[in-house]
């Protein structure tokens, strides 16, 4: 439009329109017409430029007044349109309606902050906003107040998080609409609550609200106007909604302490780290159990009376060695180290050899010499002075538990890693 730069007014036509502007598929820009100043007589109509992205231009433009059908502003099916800053200018009263719809890349409504009042089309519609796929916030009409004389539409714009902006329309008027309020399938909307005041005024009959269907993890009481989340550690099914006598625990479910939402907050998952750590503990007990099974036993074999050893082990041969003692054999690796004391406590049985049998003894202690042998030693630790008496084998021979315990184990005494694994 660069031939009409030197253009700073128009008047209007027999429709009543001033600036119609339709179907102009190349159209990207209406710079040209930034010389114009002032209020249009008319109504300002934009439709159908698929390439336009802005209405930088216009601003020189004060003012609308309506054509002969009640509209001031139409601005429809501009595909590529994601700003109408450009009419911050317009202040006021705009005598006719709003018309906006089909503009799939507009974001906001910044662009009309100025406005104060809409008129109404012969339709009976004052603010008509539909199928705007990209729009997300009606913030730019918060200093629209008092009654519209029209209806209000609001339908159809699938990213609309809010009706934040309407909260100064105190009325509506539906002389010839169907609906003096209607507000549907806008997907993303999750609270009426901006126009309470409004849906009071208008009375059952002449509203036409669309459902919140709230999603997971929030939930819509009976008469509220808005989804209500349920909390961090709550879930919830998607269009969840309290009903007249109902509570808010049966439609939010908290998760258990090993559990937590998942993200979309439908239902509760295990806690990675609660996993990790419930099979860690498990494998860590179940080694336990096995390290402790295999070091200990519950036997009566060994005194009258039931008790807690160290797993017996076979004895190959007892017998005395010049200048060693009473050395004890077993046929494969016993697994006992010397550690904390010189020797430890241990019980024979069925050797053959009565002067080795503990059930008759005191007690007899072991010293480990290497990896299949032991000397015997008495009560106290001392040399036992059985020197061409203490043949044997055959028999068992078994540690006291807790030492058993202790003295096995090659680096780190099993006393010591059984409590940590367990």
């Known amino acids: 439009l660069g031939g009409l730069q030197n253009i700073t007014g128009l008047g209007r ?10 179907n102009n598929a190349a159209l990207e820009s209406l ?16 439709v159908g430029s698929e390439k336009l992205v802005s ?15 009640g509209e001031s502003l139409r601005i429809c099916n501009n595909l590529a349109l994601s700003s109408l800053d450009a009419l911050s200018g317009i202040q006021g009263q705009v005598h006719g309606a709003l018309i906006l719809a089909g503009n799939d890349q507009l974001l906001s409504l910044e662009g009309l902050r100025n406005i104060a009042g809409f008129g109404s089309t012969i339709a009976g519609d004052s603010l008509f906003i539909e199928g705007n796929q990209a729009l997300r916030s009606l913030a730019g009409l918060s200093n629209v107040v008092g009654e519209l004389p029209g209806a209000l539409t609001i339908r159809e714009n699938p990213n609309l998080l809010s009706l934040q902006g309407l909260e100064g329309i105190k009325a509506v008027s539906c002389y010839a609409a169907d609906s003096c309020l209607k507000i549907t399938q806008n997907a993303a909307l999750r609270s009426l609550e901006a126009i309470t005041k409004l849906i009071g005024s208008v009375g059952t009959p002449r509203l036409d609200l669309q459902d919140l269907n709230c999603d997971a993890g929030w939930y819509q009481q009976h008469a509220s106007l808005a989804c209500r989340f349920c909390g961090h550690d709550f879930v919830s099914a998607p269009a969840s909604f309290v009903v007249p006598g109902q509570d808010v625990s049966d439609v939010c479910h908290s998760c258990r302490f090993w ?10 998952q295990m806690v990675v780290w609660f996993t990790i750590g419930l099979l860690t503990s498990f494998f860590s007990f179940l080694m ?21 050893l160290g797993r017996s082990m076979q004895i190959s041969d007892i017998s005395y060695e010049r200048g060693v003692g009473v050395v004890l054999t077993t046929p494969s690796y016993h697994g006992f180290y010397s550690r904390c004391s010189h020797s430890f406590p241990i019980k024979l049985r069925g050797t053959g050899n009565s002067l080795l049998h503990t059930r008759e003894m005191v007690g007899l202690r072991a010293r480990v010499i290497n990896k299949d042998s032991f000397e015997l030693l008495d009560s106290l630790g001392g040399t036992l002075a059985l020197d061409g008496k203490a043949d044997a084998s055959m028999g ?17 005494p099993n006393a010591i890693i059984i409590p940590l694994v367990l």
């Open 13 to 22: 036509n027999i429709q009543g329109n001033s600036l119609y502007i339709r």
């Open 288 to 308: 336990g159990c096995t390290l402790l099974g295999a070091q200990l036993q519950l036997t009566q074999s060994f005194s009258s009376h039931w008790e807690i």
């Open 259 to 268: 559990e937590e939402p998942n993200d979309r907050q439908d239902e509760c």
């Open 55 to 69: 209405l930088e231009g216009l601003g020189g433009i004060h003012g609308l007044q309506n054509n002969i059908a």
């Open 31 to 46: 710079s040209g017409l930034s010389s114009m100043r002032g209020e249009l007589p008319g109504a300002l109509t934009i």
């Open 396 to 412: 068992e021979v078994a540690v006291i538990a807790w030492q058993s315990l202790l003295h096995s184990g090659k680096c780190i």
